[in-house]
């Protein structure tokens, strides 16, 4: 008899599972209430800012009405108005397709806070056409920090994607689909104009509106007009700064040119306005006061336009 030689056994061949297809999930309650406040706020604004339905007075005529030191142009009103609303509608839309729903921006980076914005954005819409000026205030003290927070929420995002895409390739753990993919939504591809862009513009509208909305209550009360010459003088110059920082930083989402760029252009608005400041603003303000505040803007607004176009020349020659 020949000697069996002993047979090995065989070990079970395991064949690597093809990646999981992304962005396969159904949008959920963070899609759909960006979605339905989006929509409640566009109404309300139209409504009441130009339709006139609450209190049966246009936003125009209201700010006419309480003009303060700090009111831009009507006209600049309706320009970046409409841009808000037009980029604030692509992220509702965009938000809700199979690309972006999952987004790290638009889940962490938004969550439910849009809702809660669009929310104040409402009130204060509804507030402000009864001329309820201390409510209204408030609506839009929250729509403020609706919009910082998630500004900051956007930042904290990028940072960490930033950190992680850096780890990933170090590990060389990446895949050519996640290489592709870009979750930071940096500036200028399109998920930036639909992510992050529609946000910035309409916080860098909200900041100075914030401190106008208590110059027209302070109006409204026929409070001392030295009081609202203080919220003024000391509200411009802390939004100057603020732009400033987020221009020179250097982390992570800078530097924030769309939220300056909107501020700048506020001041400048003011700046025109008080070229021609009316007669409610000459009977209760000195001619010294008025020109402080032109040229406070004029310095605010020309200053911030400066250094956006440096800073971005600089930047720019420095990645070549």
Known sequence: TTPTTPTTPTTPTTTKEPPTPTHQTNANINNLLNLLGYLLSLIASY??????????????????????????????????????FLFEGFFAVAQLLPRFREQPLVQRGVGSVYFLACS??????????????????????ALCVGLLVILNRQ??????????????????????????????????????????????????????????????????????????????????????????????REDAGAPAYSFTGVVAYACVGIWWELQAPTYSILDRHDEASVNLMKNL??????CLLVVMVSRFIALFMRDQ
């Not at 954005?121 to 609506?139: C, D, H, K, R, S």
Request: glycine residues 8%; charged residues 15%; proline residues 6%.
């Open 47 to 84: 409504l009441g800012g130009v339709a006139g339905w609450f209190g049966g007075i246009s936003n125009a005529e209201l700010s006419s009405k309480y003009q303060t030191l700090i009111t831009p142009s009507a006209a600049y009103f309706g320009y970046i108005w409409a841009v808000i």
């Open 120 to 141: 104040a954005q409402t009130a204060w819409a509804i507030t402000f056409g009864y001329e309820l000026m201390i409510a209204a205030f408030v609506a839009m003290f």
């Open 297 to 302: 803007t004029w310095f605010c607004g020309g």
């Open 155 to 248: 930042w904290q995002v990028v940072t960490d994607e930033e950190k992680k895409a850096k780890t990933a390739m170090a590990l060389c753990d990446t895949t050519a689909e996640e290489m592709g993919e870009d979750l930071t939504a940096a500036p200028p591809r399109l998920p930036y104009w639909a992510l992050r862009f529609p946000f910035a513009v309409h916080a860098g509208w909200i900041a100075p509106a914030t401190p106008l909305m208590l110059s027209v209550l302070l109006v409204e009360k026929a409070v001392d007009p030295k009081y609202e010459l203080w919220v003024a003088v000391i509200s411009i110059p802390l939004l100057f700064g603020l732009c400033m920082g987020l221009l020179l």
